[in-house]
């Protein structure tokens, strides 16, 4: 079983609806990661949290500490928000290390 | 402010062949990481560096290998390279500022090594 989890794993929306990404992990952590990767492969740090609540535009994330879960959601999609998001957490400790899910593919459709 | 920048885009090399891949962090930051995404894989933690030391390492056989320069640019090295060595290398980085783990990561947009 790994460590980070995501739901769903593939996700088709109709532009203008409202999308929620989920991440579930079993490790102790120190921070999460929201991450969105677009064809090609480019990543782009979307947030970093480690309690509570974030937003930036449309997007707005957040994180539930004692249930081991965050969410990311997305406002009013539009096509171009279509790309591949991912959880990535910090496992604490020395080694810096982030231990990735494996991506939630999303697809908006015009 | 220029972002972490990765060099070459695509490499295609040959089975047995050696590869070096290249990244320059943001300035000011002094850690590199990298990630090796294989087709169909997701993302896994190859190597940290800061301050030109290696930091720590993931499940990686020893022919993948770097170093950090004063710089704090950095090269990937991967060895008698095999079929399964094709994948997406990201190259991230961060501040690291000893006890203020878990900084932000930042990453560049890869290089994508083909075996032939």
């Known amino acids: 079983k790994n460590e980070v989890e995501q739901s769903p794993q593939n996700l088709t929306a109709q532009e203008g609806e409202f999308i929620t990404i989920n991440c579930s992990y079993s490790?102790?952590?120190?921070?999460l990661h929201w991450l969105q990767q677009h064809p090609g492969g480019g990543i782009v740090s979307l947030f970093m949290?480690?309690?509570g609540k974030k937003k930036h535009g449309r997007l707005i994330a957040t994180i539930n500490i004692q249930e081991k879960h965050s969410s990311l959601h997305i406002t009013a999609s539009h096509p171009r928000d279509s790309a591949v998001y991912i959880c990535?957490?910090?496992?604490?400790?020395?080694?810096?290390?982030?231990?990735f899910g494996t991506g939630t593919l999303l697809a908006v459709q015009p | 402010e220029a972002g972490v920048t990765q060099s070459p885009t695509h490499l295609i090399k040959t089975r047995g062949q050696q590869a070096t891949l290249r990244c320059s962090p943001i300035?000011?930051?002094?850690?590199v990481y990298w990630y090796q995404q294989a087709l169909g894989l997701g993302l896994q933690f190859l190597l940290w560096?800061?301050?030109?030391?290696?930091?720590n390492r993931g499940n990686f056989p020893p022919r993948f290998s770097g170093r950090q320069f004063p710089n704090y640019s950095s090269e990937l090295n991967v060895n008698a390279l095999e079929l399964e060595d094709s994948a997406l290398y990201l190259c991230?980085?961060?501040?690291?500022?000893?006890?203020?783990?878990?900084?932000?990561?930042?990453f560049g947009d890869g290089t994508r090594l083909s075996i032939l």
């Open positions: 990535a957490v910090y496992n604490g400790g020395a080694t810096n290390k982030l231990i």
């Open positions: 949290l480690s309690s």
């Open positions: 490790v102790g952590i120190s921070a």
């Open positions: 300035s000011g930051h002094t850690s």
């Open positions: 560096y800061d301050e030109g030391e290696e930091r």
């Open positions: 991230a980085s961060s501040l690291f500022r000893g006890a203020e783990r878990n900084q932000p990561q930042h």
